[in-house]
């Protein structure tokens, strides 16, 4: 489908109109997209900068998109000041820290693990489900036995770390026990990456929403939801509410609108205003999408103000705001 057909789709009469839709107004979209230029590697939220720089030795050295998202997410995982990616997270409402992570490569093998405690690097983890066995994801105990039968230690430092558990504890008197959404608590490193050959790769992580159910599994690790690559069209990856993303099949929706010609931004902005309309009364609902396509331009786009993304490729290293419908108040 053309580009003018798909706007027409989306009710636009050209990119570049602003729209009003739920008393809100929607930055104006654009169809010219950013980028064009690879090696490239974009991710999610400040820690991107560093995450990308992990992955930039691999892309710079003419290494694959699939080894740099992996090196690259890994970088975050390690960060014990980040409260919403590997060990350093927030537990869950019953004081596990309990880890999902997912990998895809361009020709669609992929691998995932989710409700995984006590592993630094559940990103390795999931390349090695992708690389090892015949299957795609492995959660929980199974994960955890399988992980230790393939090598992968358990970390030996105390988890959740003394100030997480100090918060938790303040938690536990306020909430009464009460998982809710809270817009403070929760983030992910999702991360799309084209290497020097055109192949595309993308990887998410993430310790999930804070004090959620124990067994909560968020987007994140989920194939088509919080991470998603077609070789032939591009890839996206989401953050936020994860409930909100596996409603709509978040990534995966993203990519089959760049597949029916959206700009990679475009294609941002329908899913999200698709997540906007089944959830017209919820405040705080943060969600957002990262997009690239096989000619490495890229693109946001997200619920609310605030949504940075961070880009590096020749001549780039730097954030980028995502434009948004809504604005904190
Ligand atoms: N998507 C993550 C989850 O729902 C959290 C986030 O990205 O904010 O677990």
Same mark, same amino acid.
């Given at each position: 489908m053309s580009r003018r057909r798909f706007l027409k789709n989306l009710g636009l009469a050209s990119a570049g109109v602003t729209l009003t839709p739920f008393n809100t107004i929607a930055e104006n979209i654009s169809s010219s997209a950013l980028g064009g230029k690879f090696p490239l590697v974009l991710s999610t939220w400040n820690h991107g900068m560093e995450a990308n720089a992990g992955a930039w030795s691999i892309l710079s050295t003419g290494g694959s998109a699939l080894d740099a998202v992996q090196k690259g997410v890994a970088v975050t995982e390690s960060?014990?000041?980040?409260? =919403?990616?590997?060990? %350093?997270?927030?537990p869950d409402r019953d004081g596990h820290v309990t880890l999902d992570a997912c990998i895809m490569d361009h020709d669609s093998k992929c691998g +995932?693990? +989710?409700?995984?405690?006590?592993?630094?690097?559940? /990103?390795?983890?999931?390349?090695?489900?992708?690389?090892?066995?015949?299957?795609?994801?492995?959660? %929980?105990?199974g994960a955890a036995q399988w992980a230790l039968q393939q090598g992968f230690d358990k970390v030996n430092f105390q988890v959740p770390l003394r100030e997480v558990q100090q918060d938790y504890e303040e938690w536990l008197k306020k909430s009464e026990y009460? =998982? &809710?959404?809270?817009?403070?608590?929760?983030?992910? /490193? &999702?991360?799309? +990456?084209?290497?020097?050959?055109?192949?595309?790769? &993308? +990887?998410?992580?993430t310790s999930g929403m804070a004090y959620k159910v124990h067994g909560r599994v968020g987007? =994140?690790?989920?194939? %088509?939801? *919080?991470?998603?690559?077609?070789?032939?069209? &591009?890839?996206?990856?989401?953050? *936020?509410?994860?409930?909100?993303?596996?409603?709509? =099949?978040?990534?995966?929706a993203v990519v089959e609108a760049m597949r029916r010609g959206a700009a990679p931004e475009e294609a941002c902005y329908e899913v999200t205003h698709r997540i906007l309309k089944k959830?017209?009364?919820v405040n705080g609902l943060q969600v957002g999408f990262l997009a690239l396509n096989t000619k490495g331009e890229y693109g946001g786009y997200s619920v609310y103000d605030g949504f940075n993304f961070a880009v590096r490729h020749e001549g780039q290293n730097g954030m980028v705001d995502a434009k948004h419908f809504r604005t904190w108040k």
């Open positions: 960060d014990l000041t980040n409260r =919403s990616v590997g060990l %350093g997270g927030r +995932a693990v +989710a409700f995984l405690e006590d592993f630094e690097h559940p /990103i390795d983890i999931a390349r090695a489900v992708m690389d090892r066995t015949p299957h795609v994801m492995l959660v %929980g105990r009460k =998982s &809710g959404v809270n817009v403070e608590n929760h983030d992910t /490193i &999702g991360m799309l +990456a084209m290497d020097a050959n055109g192949k595309i790769a &993308g +990887a998410c992580t987007d =994140s690790p989920i194939i %088509g939801s *919080g991470l998603f690559i077609d070789g032939d069209v &591009g890839g996206a990856t989401a953050t *936020g509410v994860g409930e909100a993303v596996i409603r709509v =099949s978040g990534a995966s959830h017209p009364e």
